[in-house]
Every structure is written in structure tokens, then in C-alpha cells.
């Protein structure tokens, strides 16, 4: 459950503590980070693994028994993410422009020795600007580009799983936990928010 288990009031990742380490009453909790490190005390408790488990039972079992409209809204949701052709159009031109600020610059580079006279002009810092400017460009497209196609996978992996439930859940998986949850937000001891990679949430209440 490392980095999985979210503070609804802070944000904070939960860890794990035993309780009763040496007895018979012997159990793991959770409860978030900064329980004591924080001025202001958050209202959220601390949660026991069985609890946690529980829940997403809960949040794939709401699914599994109506999976049809998640299954809609996950395909409607793909598509819109697969549509990258503008973007990919960006990324053509922001690289086209990275290119040539690359040649401007290393062709003044290789005509000019970069004295204090030529860094005083400004024009080397002016072309090493616009450059820096062109890569960053470049760069924020493609990391754009990198994470649709993996939140694309997810969904896909998403829909494959849900695709194959049959029945309901009776038992907790740590596969499915692990391959369909990003994070489980702890609202309060009996509210819960499950989010899942493919971008669905489900709110469960015990």
C-alpha cells in the first residue's frame, strides 16, 4: 500500500505502523506521514490494512456489477487521449524551430570566438536564449505527448481487466490493486475516493 494511500486533508502520503508488535493483538495500521510532525493535525484516521482492502473490493465490485457505462466512458475517454494529431503538429513545428536556433547558434559559435567583447554585445547570450527557449518547447510537447500514450495503456490495460470480470469480488487481489490503482484518497473512517490509473474514480462509503 506504499504510495498508494492518500490524506483527503493534506495530501500526504500514509505509511505503516504496528501495533501490539509483540502480542497476539498484533496488527498493521496506516495513518498519513506528518500525523505528528504537522502544527495543524489533520481529521483523518488511521486505517487498518482490512479496511483498506474492503474498500477497493467495494470500488471494483461497483464496477464489475455495472461495467457497461464504465466501459463507454473509459472508451470515450481513450479516444479523446489517442487524438494527438494536433499535438504531434506542435511537436513538428516546436522541433523545426529548435533546429534552426541550434544552427544560428552553432554557426556563430563556429565563426566567432566567444570573448567578453562578444558576450558583452549580447548576441551570443540572445541566440543561447532562444535556443534554451526552443528546446524547452520541444521538450514540454514530448513529455506531452509520452503521457497520453501511457495514460492511453493504462486505460486500455483498464479496460481489458474490467472487460474479463465475470463475478463479483470476494476476496482482495493485490495484482489488480497494484495494476488498476493509482492513488486511494482516505476522506474520513468511512468515506473513500478510488482512483484508478485509467483516470476513473469511485467513491466508496462503508
Known amino acids: 500500500f506504499i504510495s498508494k494511500l492518500v490524506c483527503g486533508d493534506c495530501g500526504c ?34 486505517i487498518k490494512e482490512g479496511v483498506i482492502k474492503e474498500v477497493f473490493i467495494k470500488a471494483i465490485n461497483s464496477i464489475v456489477t455495472d461495467k457497461d457505462p464504465a466501459l463507454d466512458m473509459m472508451d470515450h475517454l481513450k479516444a479523446k487521449i489517442d487524438d494527438t494529431a494536433a499535438l504531434e503538429g506542435k511537436l513538428e513545428k516546436a522541433a523545426a524551430a529548435f533546429d534552426e536556433k541550434m544552427v544560428l547558434l552553432q554557426d556563430y559559435i563556429s565563426k566567432n570566438a566567444i570573448t567578453e567583447k562578444e558576450l558583452a554585445d549580447g548576441r551570443y547570450s540572445e541566440l543561447e536564449k532562444e535556443y534554451r527557449e526552443a528546446l524547452a518547447e520541444k521538450e514540454k510537447l514530448q513529455d506531452e505527448l509520452t503521457e497520453r500514450r501511457r495514460r492511453s495503456l493504462m486505460i486500455k490495460r483498464f479496460i ?40 476513473m474514480e469511485v467513491q466508496v462509503e462503508l
Open 13 to 46: 502520503f500514509y505509511g505503516s505502523k504496528v501495533w501490539h508488535s509483540t502480542d497476539k493483538y498484533r496488527s498493521v495500521v496506516w495513518q498519513y506521514n506528518n500525523k505528528f510532525k504537522a502544527d495543524e493535525k489533520c481529521s483523518t484516521p488511521h
Open 160 to 199: 481489458d481487466e474490467v472487460k474479463g470480470f465475470d463475478d463479483v469480488f470476494t476476496e482482495f487481489s493485490e495484482n489488480l490493486w497494484l495494476g488498476l490503482v493509482d492513488v486511494m484518497v482516505v476522506v474520513d473512517k468511512k468515506k473513500f475516493l478510488v482512483k484508478f490509473k485509467s483516470g
